[in-house]
């Protein structure tokens, strides 16, 4: 899958968690689940419980599925791209910080920090 693709699908498994996280917590009080993964070429959807609504439960998720093309979708679009640029602007400065604080020895020894640390 190309870079462009795995965003795509990243993307689409954010809106598509968000935007049936109403319809998972009323599984989830007739214990009953779903898992929705985003693979090479397909959409890969698990569902787990024992109940005999199960039937139910499959078709209400399909269903969601196929209305979800003809909602509007724009604010959950802005909140996932947000929280992904969010997770992604941590992920960096994290790593600055760990290797800051591996350097930590050297910072407090010397008093300066060299642009090659960071």
Same mark, same amino acid.
């Given at each position: 899958?190309?870079?462009?693709?795995?965003?795509?699908?990243?993307?689409?498994?954010?809106?598509?968690?968000?935007?049936?996280?109403?319809?998972?917590?009323?599984?989830?009080?007739?214990?009953?689940?779903?898992?929705?993964?985003?693979?090479?070429?397909?959409?890969?959807?698990?569902?787990?419980? *024992?109940?005999?609504?199960?039937?139910? /439960?499959?078709? !209400?998720? @399909? $269903?969601?599925?196929?209305?979800?093309?003809?909602?509007?979708?724009?604010?959950?679009?802005?909140?996932?791209?947000?929280?992904?640029?969010?997770?992604?602007?941590?992920?960096?400065?994290?790593?600055?910080?760990?290797?800051? *604080?591996?350097?930590?020895?050297?910072? /407090?020894?010397? !008093?300066? @920090? $060299?642009?090659?640390?960071?």
């Amino acid at each position: 899958m190309t870079p462009e693709g795995q965003l795509f699908a990243e993307i689409w498994d954010e809106i598509a968690t968000e935007y049936l996280k109403e319809f998972a917590y009323m599984g989830e009080c007739a214990s009953l689940n779903f898992h929705i993964s985003v693979q090479q070429t397909n959409v890969y959807i698990q569902w787990s419980g *024992y109940d005999d609504s199960m039937p139910a /439960f499959v078709s !209400g998720l @399909v $269903e969601r599925l196929e209305k979800m093309r003809e909602e509007n979708l724009e604010s959950i679009f802005t909140q996932v791209i947000e929280k992904m640029i969010q997770k992604w602007t941590n992920h960096y400065l994290q790593n600055t910080y760990r290797r800051a *604080y591996s350097e930590r020895s050297t910072i /407090f020894k010397t !008093g300066q @920090v $060299e642009k090659s640390m960071l």
